[in-house]
């Protein structure tokens, strides 16, 4: 627009600072409610650009912080504003990397103690660190806040809170990311283990000293089982702890004369830890005492190498296990082919027998260590068996552990789950139900009315009494003259069936009667006298027979001719049809009303054509039993574009008919 004195008017500007001061307002509103929705409400009323308001509202939750840093107002009121950033940043009010920003600003205002609580959010937050808009952002904060932490603490007095540092970056990000991880195999060569190097100045009683002077043994600790006792004096304090220097770099060993002296020095200390052996107690009185006296749960980040401690640490389980545990380590790292691993660093076979036996000594002391001896063994045993998995996955670059799917030419597509009631309402309407077998079908659907099936004449396997009484009354009657051996009353079975056929069908067989029957074959004879009274002779049931066909006879000379059905499909025409159709039975195939999966089941019976076209035509006929005619088929050739085969086959149809 213009001004009535034709200037232009100026462009609205954004007031960064009372923007600022607003949202600090609201800041300090939504850390009382525990909310940001006002926050939200405000942040859309405000003029600006998007990238100006999210700048505008950074800076107000930092500057809020800081007055809350300023006038000590508590880990918790910091973590309360925090939260709102983490919150704000989830809504796109705010940057991703701020929340971030913000605990380094309190990291490096605070004192260790708080820092310690204050991590314990960052530690449990670490799933939410792992999303969206905070991890691409935010994560080189993260890192970078974290090593300044590291950097404050003492690596022995803070060594709790530097493990769950580094426990929460291995947890932050993923296995392969490359700033994790010793790609090179270096070495910590500064963890170097001081111990006392000038003899004259040792504490430690001499050699040659009475052994029950020099060693006075703890009850339940150690027993002196062997004639040959290491006595524990300077020269085994010096090779012992010697050995460490090996284990912070063993490099060292592929050098010949430093081999020598550790395996001489080896030889001594395990040569040592089998003389002194462990009872299998829970503690000594004294250890008892201590542990009393303390919490129980003391931890030192390194070695305490001092003279007067080394008998009482052989006593110790623990200790003898850290240093055969970092025996296994060491001899696994020279045995191993290491990628970085320079190729003159091998070892020789006199190496490797030296270490072959040792590691089997390390093992048996192992397993002779209370408590769990064995149990321990088989752990760290497994442990090593896994760590070379990880030294293989090393060579190889530590690739990523994402597993790319399979790949499939065609995508599967998913089923859609059919109702019941579809089902139902499909086969009723077509009166055919489908059993997902083609010869499951074809039997359900010879009678698809389960009571009609049950109730078929066809399935009476039950004999008549006349039927079955018909033979043993012919042989009662006096005139045939037939033997009582030879008469089927007299046989057991005959006997057996009889009982059963009467108990079902004749009454005969439950009225009383004041006659004692002494065996079986008598009593039937009194009922087949009784039968044949009741049931017709069979002269008389030909007779009857004679005259009905008579009847029938004169019946059909009276009938007018009446035109004959369609002829039906015969086993000839089935077989001819086969023939002629060849591999073409699948195009006919949906014509007579077969679907993909009983095309699929008769393909699957028989890799030869003619008799796949065979079971197509013998399914159909057994399916529809007397509807299975010449013109159905013939019009479903027709349908097929198949009427050279029809005429083939059937001629015009006349000649069928």
């Not at 749960?297 to 389980?317: G, P, R």
């Not at 760290?380 to 990523?400: F, M």
């Amino acid at each position: 627009g213009t001004l009535p004195d034709g200037h232009k008017m100026a462009a609205s500007v954004f007031d960064f600072s009372a923007t600022r001061r607003d949202f600090e307002a609201e800041i300090l509103a939504a850390e009382r409610t525990h909310n940001i929705s006002s926050l939200q409400d405000k942040f859309a009323k405000f003029s600006g650009s998007e990238s100006e308001k999210k700048s505008t509202l950074d800076q107000a939750f930092r500057d809020v912080l800081k007055d809350h840093i300023v006038r000590e107002r508590g880990w918790e009121v910091y973590l309360a504003v925090i939260s709102l950033a983490v919150d704000c940043a989830r809504e796109g009010l705010c940057l991703g990397m701020i929340p971030f920003l913000m605990l380094d600003d309190v990291f490096s205002s605070v004192t260790l103690d708080v820092c310690e609580r204050v991590f314990k959010f960052v530690e449990d937050g670490v799933s939410t660190w792992k999303k969206e808009p905070y991890y691409t952002g935010g994560k080189n904060y993260l890192l970078r806040m974290c090593n300044d932490l590291l950097r404050r603490l003492s690596r022995s007095q803070n060594t709790v809170f530097c493990g769950r540092i580094q426990l929460f970056l291995a947890r932050l990000f993923p296995l392969e990311e490359k700033s994790g991880l010793n790609l090179q195999s270096h070495f910590n060569l500064d963890n170097v283990t001081e111990y006392n190097l000038k003899g004259d100045d040792s504490t430690m009683r001499s050699e040659d000293r009475d052994r029950d002077e020099s060693m006075e043994m703890e009850e339940g600790e150690m027993s002196d089982s062997h004639s040959s006792f290491t006595p524990i004096d300077y020269n085994l304090y010096r090779k012992f702890w010697s050995i460490q220097d090996f284990f912070r770099n063993p490099n060292q060993c592929y050098k010949k004369d430093m081999w020598k002296s550790f395996a001489s020095n080896s030889d001594e200390v395990l040569k040592c830890f089998e003389s002194h052996k462990l009872d299998d107690v829970q503690a000594s009185k004294k250890k008892r005492d201590m542990l009393a006296g303390s919490d129980g749960n003391v931890y030192f980040a390194k070695y305490l190498t001092s003279e007067k401690l080394l008998d009482l640490q052989l006593a110790d389980s623990n200790f003898r296990r850290y240093v055969l545990v970092q025996y296994l380590i060491l001899f696994q790292y020279l045995n191993t082919q290491v990628k970085f691993k320079a190729p003159n660093l091998v070892v020789t076979d006199e190496q490797a027998l030296w270490m072959k036996n040792a590691t089997d000594m390390v093992y048996k002391l192992l397993r002779e260590t209370p408590p769990d001896g064995n149990q321990f063994a088989k752990m760290v045993q497994h442990t090593l068996e896994r760590e070379e998995n990880w030294i293989a996955w090393k060579n190889k670059g530590c690739p990523a552990y994402d597993r790319e799917k399979p790949k499939t030419e065609t995508p599967l597509k998913k089923s859609r789950k059919r109702a019941m009631g579809e089902d139902i309402k499909e086969a009723e309407e077509s009166k055919r139900v489908n059993m997902g077998s083609a010869e499951l079908t074809r039997l359900w659907n010879l009678c698809p009315d389960n009571m009609e099936a049950c109730s078929n004449p066809e399935r009476e396997f039950l004999p008549s009494l006349e039927e079955f009484f018909e033979e043993a009354i012919e042989q009662a009657d006096p005139e045939a003259m037939v033997e009582d051996e030879y008469k089927v009353v007299n046989s057991p079975n005959f006997g057996f069936r009889a009982l059963r056929l009467l108990a079902s069908r004749s009454p005969h067989f439950f009225q009383p009667t004041n006659n004692q029957f002494k065996t079986l074959p008598s009593y039937l004879e009194n009922i087949l006298s009784k039968l044949a009274k009741e049931l017709p002779s069979p002269s008389e049931e030909l007779k009857t027979d004679t005259d009905m066909a008579e009847n029938e006879e004169l019946l059909d000379e009276k009938k007018p001719d009446t035109p004959q059905g369609p002829p039906p499909l015969t086993q000839e025409h089935i077989d001819i049809l086969a023939e002629k159709l060849g591999a073409d039975w699948k195009k006919l195939a949906p014509h007579l009303d077969f679907k993909g999966a009983e095309i699929t089941a008769i393909e699957g019976d028989s890799n030869e054509m003619n008799t796949q076209a065979t079971q197509l035509l013998v399914t159909w006929q057994d399916r529809e039993g007397p509807q299975a005619t010449v013109d159905i088929v013939m019009t479903a050739l027709k349908d097929a574009g198949m009427d050279d085969i029809s005429e083939a086959v059937f001629g015009d149809g006349e000649e069928a008919s």
